[in-house]
C-alpha cells in the first residue's frame, strides 16, 4: 500500500504555494442555505489562477522538484483539461516547457487556456499511451493528474484553506474525477477535523472510485463516459488516491446526468459564479437527496473550478 | 446647491455596515490584463448580500434614521430592481414594513429577490407617483435610490474598500444609472486618490447623467429608454447626485447596447462572475475605446450587480 500523505507534506506545500497559488474565498451563501436548512458555504476554486485547484498539485510537484535540483528538461501529461491548462500555466511560469495530450472533444475554454499559456498540445485518443511515447522520445518526465503524493499534498493546501475559514464544518463535499482534490482535502479535514464527514461525488455513468471502492482496488472503467461533468471523466482512479480515499473518506455518491444540469445553473444563480458543471456535483447530490445532513448542519461544497466558456454557457443554455 | 458628502460621512457609513454589509473582493484579473495591457481589477459587488451594491446605501440610510431615534412605521421606494432588493433584503433584516414599485417590465430575478426577502411589491408603470401615493395613504416615508445624502455615503464604502486593496488606480470605471454609486466611489477617491482618474460609463440609449451635464442640472428623459443594462435606465438623475458627479467625477462616456453584451460575456469567461449587464458597461467601454489609459495603467471595474438569472443568461445566449 502506498505511503500517505501527512499535514507535514501540506503545510510544506502550502509554503511552496505561497504567492504562486490563490487563497481563494470560502463564501457563506444565504440562498442556498435558506433552501437546504444547512449553512452552505462555497469554496470557489473556480476564481483560482488556470481556472480551477489543478495548479495547487502542479505548482508543489514542479516547485519539489526544483527544491531537490531535480527538475527535468520538460514536463508531458494528460487531461481532459483543467490539470492540462494548470501544467500549462505552472510551467509557464516556471520557464519549464511542457507538452500536453488532450482527447479531440476537449472543452474548448479549457484547449484555449493550454494554448493561452504556451504548453505543446496534441490530441489523443490514447492519453496515457500518446503522452509516454513524447516522454520516451524526449526525455520528458510525468506530472501525473492525481496519482502523485506531491500532486495530492499541494491539493490539501484547499482543505487547510476551508478550515481556515470554517473550522469544523459537519459535512464537505467534493467533486471526485482521479480523485486527487478530495485525497488531499480528506487528508486535511481528517487530520484537524476529525468529526466532520468528507463525502465524494462522482457522476453515475464514470464511477472510477465507486467501482474502485467496490472491487478493493482501481480497476479501468469498461469504457470511455460522456458525462456533463467532462472533469470527472478519468479512465480510472490511481493506487495512491484509493488508498486516501479508503483511509480519510467517509462515503462516496454517486449522482445522475439529470441532477448535474439544474444544479449547475442554481450554483451560478445564487452564487454569481461561474463554475463547470463538474464543479457543480456538490450542490447536486444536496439537492438530489444523494446525502442527507443534520438540521442546521454546516456544509461546505468546494467548486473546483469554473473552465466553461461562454460557448459552454450557450449550449447548455439551449 | 446640494451639501456634498464627505469623508467623514463616508466613514460613519463604514461603521454602521460593519457585519450587515459585505466586503466584496477587489480581484485582478490577468486575462482582462493582457487584452488590454492594463493591469486590470474588479471590485466584485455581485458577490454583495441581495446581489448589488444598493445594500450600502439602503442600511446607510435605514441606521441613521435609527440612530436619531426616527425610524418610520415603513419605507416605500421605487426601482427596476437592485435598489428594490436591497430595501426588501435590509428592511427584512431591521424589521421595518417596505412597499417597492417597480416596472411591469422587471428583470424575473429581481422580482424573485425582492419576493424571497418579503417586502411589499406593486408594479407600476408611474413609479413615483404610485410610490408617493403609498407613502401619502401610509405615512411611509421614501428611501430614494439615489437623490439622497445618506445614499451616497453609504455607495462611497465600496470606494474605500477598493482604495484599501488597490491605492492608487490610474482609473476607475464606474456604471452609471442614476448616478448614486458614482457620487460616493467619487468622493471616496478624489479625498484618498487624487490623481485617480473617474469616469463614469451609461448607456447611449439613456443618458440621464450625461443630459443633465450638457444641459447645467438634471432634466427628465424624452422617453423610457430600453437598455440590455436595465438597471441603468433611470428616468432621470437628481440634484445631489449631479453635483457630486460634477464636483469629482472626471468623465461621464456613452456605450452603445452592441457594446454592452459582448462586453457582458467577457466578463463571466474571464473573471468567472456573474454580473449583470449593467455590470459590465465598465469592461465594455475598455473593449470599444471609449476609454482610454496609459500603457501599465492599473484599472478598477466596479461590476455593481449580479442580479441576472438562468432565465436571464438563456435569453441572453440564444
Redesign the interface.
Known sequence: MPELVDMNDIERAAGRLRGLVRHT?T?SC??LS?QTGARVFVKAE??Q?A?SFKVRGTFNTLLSWRECGDLPSGVATFSAGNHAAAVAYATSRLGIPAVVCMPPGAVA?KVAAVR?YGAELVFTEDLPGTCHQIMAERGYRLLHPFDDPLVIAGHGTAGTELLAKVPTPDLVLVPVGGGGLISGIATAIKARSPVTRVVGVEPAVSPAVSLALRHGGPVPLPGHAISIADGLCPPFTGDRPFAHIQAFVDEVVEISEEAILPAW??L??AT????EPSAAVGLAAMLSDAVSWPADATVVLVVSG?NT??DG??RL??
Open positions: 474565498p463564501w444565504e440562498r435558506e473556480n476564481l489562477h481556472g475554454s493561452r445553473w442554481h451560478l444563480d454569481k459564479l461561474l463554475a469554473g466558456s461562454p454557457l450557450r443554455a439551449q
